[in-house]
């Protein structure tokens, strides 16, 4: 990723109060933009938020040959026109999801070369399932000098597939490839996330024939083509969350609008034993912070678990808690680099493999710190944000590729964070 100049200057202790809309979902409307290359015509996405991570898709989508259209948050991809079915190893290192049109392209056009995504390094993601279900539906796929040439001349059939892991990613690059393959195909343990079932909802808006997403099962009948069509993204989840901490660890009062709560229950469990109160409406949330939290102990796992995604900024609240905290991080195996700037600034953590032991402290300071990924810069953020005196966070073009302008919106509830050039 290439390295950006800008910092954050954080002074902390504000409190924070008002009500904030949270985005669209990023990591629904990347597979979804992906999807929209399984049409030969127009199709509009709705409320798609302006993140790094959404420019980079919309580039590999205009490199492709489709014609991409941006009106406010509306993004119209016009795919008649793809050509290219090779995509340059530049687009390919920005981020993970760039392999999502991988299915999109095989499905439709029988033959797609791409190098190995790039993105956060947060632990192992490999293609191995991806390509043993997409082996499944008769693809021949060869892997050489870094870069993945897949074909199907005699197009994509339908298969049953059984995933090893839940896998978000394989997931939704096979449905995108079942939809138009020839008969039905079945994903079996597949994963169960919200973003899963908005793409089903955006493919079966195209004619495609899909159901069972949200559940271990999704079976798949495959369609001779795709129309055009308009979709409306979900609430971003890992946002609202992120807000939902925000509140708990400057003892503050927010109401985030625009959220599917349902979507945020193992979040609120977790917030709630932890002594914060949580309100929740039909399409919003109240979180409001006061004292010191309680000690609570968390583990990841596959939705509806307790989401990898927002391990960081629980540890960061959990550093102030009261009492001793224990945190289990089961996806991604480098997903506590946070950690030691987290100490920087007065956490007492201890690691012993993928566990964490946080025991809480009455306070933390401020401190020059540096965001390894996405999520542990949303973490800096939020403990700099309680902490006392002023802290530096580098490395915000991480933040960036998942969080829309995060110093604005955190500002108009309260915060004082400047964005800075070095």
Not at 90 to 112: P, W
Not at 136 to 165: C, N, W
Not at 236 to 264: C, F, Q
Not at 382 to 390: F, I, K, Q, S
Request: glycine fraction near 10%; charged fraction near 25%.
């Amino acid at each position: 990723m290439e390295r950006s100049n800008q910092k954050f200057l954080i002074v902390g202790g504000s409190s924070l109060r008002g009500t904030v809309k949270v985005n669209g979902s990023k990591n629904a409307s990347l597979p979804i933009l992906a999807g929209t290359l399984l049409c030969a015509g127009t199709v509009k996405i709705k409320d798609v938020p302006h993140l790094q991570d959404i420019k980079n898709m919309k580039d590999v989508l205009t490199y492709l040959g489709a014609r991409v259209e941006c009106d406010g948050k509306d993004i119209t991809v016009d795919g008649s026109q793809v050509q290219s079915l090779e995509i340059s190893e530049e687009l390919m290192r920005r981020m993970r999801a760039s392999n999502l049109v991988l299915g999109s392209l095989l499905a439709r056009f029988g033959y797609v070369k791409m190098s190995y995504p790039g993105g956060c390094n947060i632990g192992s993601r490999p293609m191995n399932l991806h390509f043993k279900g997409l082996k499944a539906m008769g693809a021949v796929i060869r892997e050489k000098f870094g870069y993945i040439t897949a074909e199907a001349p005699s197009g994509l059939q339908g298969a049953e597939i059984h995933l090893d892991v839940p896998s978000v990613g394989a997931t939704e690059n096979l449905m995108m490839a079942a939809a138009l393959a020839q008969g039905v195909t079945v994903i079996r343990n597949a994963a169960k996330e919200p973003e899963i079932e908005d793409l089903q909802k955006f493919l079966n808006s195209m004619g495609a024939k899909i159901n069972g997403a949200g559940t271990d099962t999704i079976k798949i009948e495959g369609v001779s083509e795709l129309r055009p069509t308009e979709h409306t993204v979900i609430p971003d989840r890992i946002e609202a969350g992120t807000y939902m901490v925000a509140a708990a660890i400057t003892k503050s009062d927010i109401t985030l609008t625009n959220v599917i709560p349902a979507h945020l229950d193992p979040l609120v469990a977790k917030l709630r034993e932890a002594g914060v109160k949580v309100t929740v409406g039909e399409e919003s949330v109240r979180v409001q912070g006061a004292g010191r939290p309680k000690a609570v102990d968390i583990k990841t796992m596959p939705y509806p678990g307790f989401p990898t995604d927002m391990q960081p900024q629980m540890m960061a609240l959990l550093t102030l808690a009261e009492g001793t905290s224990v945190i289990t991080e089961t996806i991604f195996e480098n997903r506590f680099k946070h950690v030691p700037e987290l100490r920087r600034m007065g956490a007492d953590i201890y690691l012993e493999g993928n566990t964490a032991v946080v025991r809480g402290v009455p306070s933390l300071s401020g401190a020059y710190v540096e965001a390894s990924d996405l999520r542990a810069g949303a973490a800096l953020v939020l403990a700099a944000m309680a902490a006392e005196d002023g802290t530096v966070l580098d490395g915000i073009e991480h933040i960036d590729r998942g969080y829309e302008r995060i110093e604005k919106k955190y500002n108009a509830l309260g915060a004082r964070i400047i964005r800075v050039s070095s």
